[in-house]
């Protein structure tokens, strides 16, 4: 008998283990794929942007289309039986919810992002390791909140777009953003105020708001060198940040995903805001 109960015990472990790992997931964004990764499930995913580039074992999997121009036909032909994905890829994906199971995770914020780790660690049965990876996030970005501050927090304008060659059409990080909420972590403030998430301003504004640092992304101009990026802004010397040469251009493009490489982005930028 008792052997009889083993058995059946031993043959209920080998089910739920192939339940669970034998999931076909799609990831609809590099910051998902990343946590996914992170959790031990990249080998799970069957599918997923043509944006995923980290880990650099995501570039193997199906590429089934960018952020929002996904391909649902080579979707279905992938048979997936779960889709992590955003607010924005609810209506698109509305038409699948009787072939697969569709779980939603936002992203505007860190907490969205812990929430989000939360969500597909339990979603996968694999909670102990969403704990654990919610623990490491929150330890690491404690611990630069905590380090030696500036007697006053520097302003920093981070510029996430603008029209090629020429400092006209630029939109900057608002108070919406992750990337606001991590500025703060590392003792940084952002130098715009306003309530628009991804304002667009003029040069005139940027003179105004007069920061002590300027970040500028650049994943697309990569045809620019940082020295000619630079020199577009070395013709206003009337901005702090210009008179003392304070002007980042970011090439990676992890620094716009909100997901567990948030850490690398505030100790950057910690290190950034210190380093005179």
């Keep these: 008998m008792k052997l009889r109960e083993i058995s059946l015990a031993v043959i209920v472990i080998i089910l739920l283990s192939i339940n669970i790992y034998s999931e076909r ?3 609809l964004s590099p910051a998902i794929t990343e946590i996914l990764f992170e959790l031990g499930f990249g080998d799970l995913i069957v599918g997923n942007t043509k944006f995923c580039n980290y880990p650099p074992q995501s570039n193997a999997i199906k590429k089934i289309g960018g952020y929002l121009d996904i391909n649902m036909e080579m979707i279905i032909d992938l048979q997936p039986d779960v889709i992590f994905h955003y607010p924005e890829h609810s209506l698109r994906l509305k038409k699948l919810k009787e072939i697969t199971r569709l779980v939603q995770v936002s992203h505007k914020n860190i907490t969205d992002m812990l929430n989000s780790i939360k969500t597909i660690s339990l979603e996968l049965k694999s909670e102990p390791a969403g704990e654990a990876l919610i623990h490491s996030v929150k330890k690491k970005l404690n611990e630069i909140r905590n380090r030696k501050k500036n007697a006053e927090r ?4 981070i510029v996430i777009g603008r029209d090629p060659g020429q400092l006209r059409n ?3 990080i608002g108070n919406g953003d992750f990337l606001n909420e991590i500025l703060s972590i590392s003792d940084g403030k952002n130098a715009y105020n306003g309530k628009i998430s991804y304002p667009s301003v003029s040069i005139e504004s940027i003179i105004k708001m007069d920061p002590d640092m300027i970040i500028e992304f650049s994943f697309l ?4 060198s940082k020295d000619f990026m630079i020199s577009l802004w070395k013709s206003f010397p ?4 210009v008179r003392l040469g304070n002007i980042q251009i970011i090439r990676d493009d992890y620094w716009v995903r909100p997901g567990p490489r948030i850490t690398r982005i505030a100790e950057s930028l910690y290190e950034m805001l210190h380093s005179e």
């Design 238 to 241: 009337l901005i702090r940040a």
């Design 25 to 27: 997931v799609i990831s």
């Design 170 to 172: 630029i939109t900057i």
């Design 221 to 224: 101009e990569q045809s620019s």
């Design 154 to 157: 520097k302003k920093v304008l």
